[in-house]
């Protein structure tokens, strides 16, 4: 008989207890996080009309959108009028202008969901994955671009991600650039993907790409000669500064270096080709890196021309997006580095030696349970040996023995699964000893 292959779907994964337990603490950081920022929560459908996501991430995003076929009588034309939701931000679009009139202005929310992308799997590249933004909607501000990148900041502080390094630019500055090599507006897409790349294929890279692009031979030689100077940085600031966008775009970006300050965990500081790939940025822009991983961990930027393609009129906006599953990727490092295996796992196991002692042992972990303690109730039975070992497996700190001569005296037996050792205290001073013995 044949078998059904087990392996997920390409791209998508399954996630054992450990892995949820650890996906679930950082969701709880970042939820209060952002709530003590002033954030609300916001959800949205899983897919959307494809119209309302057609249009919005540049020609190479909109070929990732997993698109739904019709259903019923149209199935067989191959035509689809859904897509599985591509990112946050563009549903976050959508609902504002739907609902404008309802919510305050500005409008502060985070999101926290997976999303969908037609991408070719490979490592710690995935069709299905989670994201967390954070965005204000309703105010041009440039307080508003500092607070998210200072929001972000402060969630990767929180989940012990100290030494990331933000890096910011403006997509002002960068047409102001790109104006400076004397190129055309039209041009300017080609160049700045380009540029974009300089962490991943370096210079040489970068002006390969560029002859690719047929950008003159020209401005290639001159921008080869800028990122290979001493401090490029200052040699790309200067050039930008000639141009009166480039000077706009500076501008915001000092703005918001000095509005962010001195970041909680980590650094900010200005990058002079950094240019984020989404065609829907107008404004400043961020991405936020760190030694441990050869990834950008956090991202976002001001998009203020998004929300007017539904409506009448444009709304400004800014806001970023964590890449946790990168940032669980660091995580996981972290708890291996540190000797920390399953951090979910109970407090106690409560054993149950024989069927007459069942309903106390029930019992006792019901009470446990209100003390706050996390308690696991064996219920897989066999002898004390067995259900011990199961409980170390599990992680337990302590395993609790009621057996019938514990029972007939008011007492209890408590096993250190760590040290082994082993003592018998009165069943009204379990709660405290336990509290002793786990370190509250």
Known sequence: MATIDANPPSGTRDFLPAEVARRERAFATIREVFRSHGFAPLDTPAFERLEVLTGKYGEEGDQLIFKIL??????SSGDADMALRYDLTVPL???VARYGSQLPTPFKRYHIAPVWRADRPGKGRYREFFQ????TVGTDSLLADAATIVAVADVLDRLGLSGFRVQLNSRRALAGLVEAYGLPDAAESAVLTALDKLDKI???GVAADLRGRDVDASVVDAIV?????DDPSDRIRGRVAATERGRAGLDEVDQVLALAGDLPGGSLSYAPVLARGLSYYTGPVFEVVHDQLAATIAAGGRYDGLIGMFQSQDVPATGGSLGIE??????EAQEAAA??????????????IDESGAVDAVALAGRLRGHGFAVDLEVGGGKLGKQLKRADRRGARTAVIL?????AAGNVAVKDLRSGDQITVAEPDLASHLSGLLGR
């Not at 057996?403 to 029972?407: P, S």
């Open 403 to 407: 057996g019938a001569e514990e029972r």
């Open 70 to 75: 019709k259903r019923g009588e149209h199935e």
């Open 225 to 229: 000669d800028d990122l290979g100077a």
């Open 93 to 95: 679009a959508r609902v």
């Open 132 to 135: 967390c933004d954070v965005d």
């Open 339 to 352: 000797g920390e295996t399953d951090l979910d796992a109970p407090d106690v196991v409560v054993t149950v």
């Open 202 to 204: 370096g210079v040489d």
């Open 326 to 331: 990168r940032i669980l990727l660091l995580l």
